[in-house]
């Protein structure tokens, strides 16, 4: 008897707790280590005994980043109900998107329909970026986003040099490219980029050394300082060059860039024949925004990144659809097809529609387009714009309280209200407290922040991203753990 998906969903939902806690109960992690079998059984205990064992002994220690309004670590989203209405029929189907040929089945069609609709929620106009694929995560979409930058920056160093060469990385690898382009090194110029950027400098064989940050100040580490981007790209002679840019910083939720330099930063790069890489991993949501006083200071970090090459966004944060998915954007399809193409003889297209198959980095791949499909047309434009804004309005509360408070510091210094985005980064102000905020904020159980460090000292920081967001409840719960923080240590 094949396992109905009624059966399964009803099952899952059953066990759905009432709880709103972003932790589950110490002795549910405990009970749940001690059932994880040792060795693998001859024998399988079967279905029934299976279901059992997953529901009762491992999911009441599963955490709450969907379930609970309250899960403030990193920048994970949750996952709507019309995402996880999809999900279900994505696993209960197993489409393989990488295989679709129109008139066989419906997936391609969808993906690119759904990677259509993304684009016009977030303004990112589709004739413009013709290149679009959903990916795993901002992660792999890093990767997609320097190897082009690798492949176009080796190449314009090429065509400077005398006599002009244009040579492909993805063909002859990089050294001989950048032997026959006269290349001595590949800079990433960037500012405190998420980790995942080095990463990928690392795994498309530029090292991670490569990777350099050019901040504008101590104070503002987040901003680009576009003279010494000016200076670095014009000393390179020799130099192939990648500019990434953090639209926003993962520690403070700010920009690099603004509107006026992002042109500026446009003239530089194509005077340099540079790339220009934007991680908006969680940051162009905010593209939703309508201009209003108290919202400009973000629009103007993000409203004119489309002048980049290439973009980078994650949909489990910005749409709260299910891990795993990310997207990525470019201008240049036709060079993302030849330094993705799959196998010596290209797969061709699917009519109309780019094959993914030389788009990206898997070959088959799971249908992650039809929770972000289900999740845009159930709730449309206004309802996404919606809740970014109740986000900004709970991250804003929480900083307000913090400002005004004796036990606390609101980071980076400086910061006004308007500044804010989605994340709250604070310190105590007791170096004693400080040093165990983070383990005494999570130790509740009922909220969770994730700990970082900034100016060489330890500091907290509070990521809203959730749906389930309710300004008036959830800065409740959050200012009455932060004063018990404070109480607990007295
Ligand atoms: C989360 C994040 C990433 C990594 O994304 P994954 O989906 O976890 O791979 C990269 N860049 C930024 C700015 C992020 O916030």
Redesign the pocket.
Known sequence: MPLSLNESVAAINSKKSDSINALPPLEAITHAEASLPVSLPDKGMGLEDMKRHLLDDLLPAFNGPNQSPNFYG??TGGSTEASLFADYIVSGFDQNAQVFAPKEAIGGNVEDAALRLLQQLLCIDEAVFPGRIFT?????S?ILGLALGREFSVAAAGRRKLPPSSPSVAQIGIVSACMRAGVRKIQVLTTVP?S??TKAASVIGLGTNTVISLPLSAEQPWRFDLNELERKLSDSDGAANIIAI?A???NTGRFATSREEMFKIRALADKHGAWIHV?G???LQARVLLPNESYNPIIDGIDSITLADSI?G?A??LLNVPY?C?FFFTRHLELQQAVFQNGAVPIPDLGEIPSAHNLGIENSRRLRALPVYASLLAYGRIWHRDLLERQIELSRTIAAYIQQSEHYDLLPKATVLTDIYMIVLFRAYSPTLNSELVTKLNASRAIYVSGTRWEDAPATRIAVSTWRVDVERDSARVIAELENAVMGSK
């Open positions: 990193f920048v795993t995560g901002a992660t792999s890093n998420h995942s950027l953090s926003g910083e993962v991680d991993a969680f940051g980078t994650d489990h944060k795993d990310g």
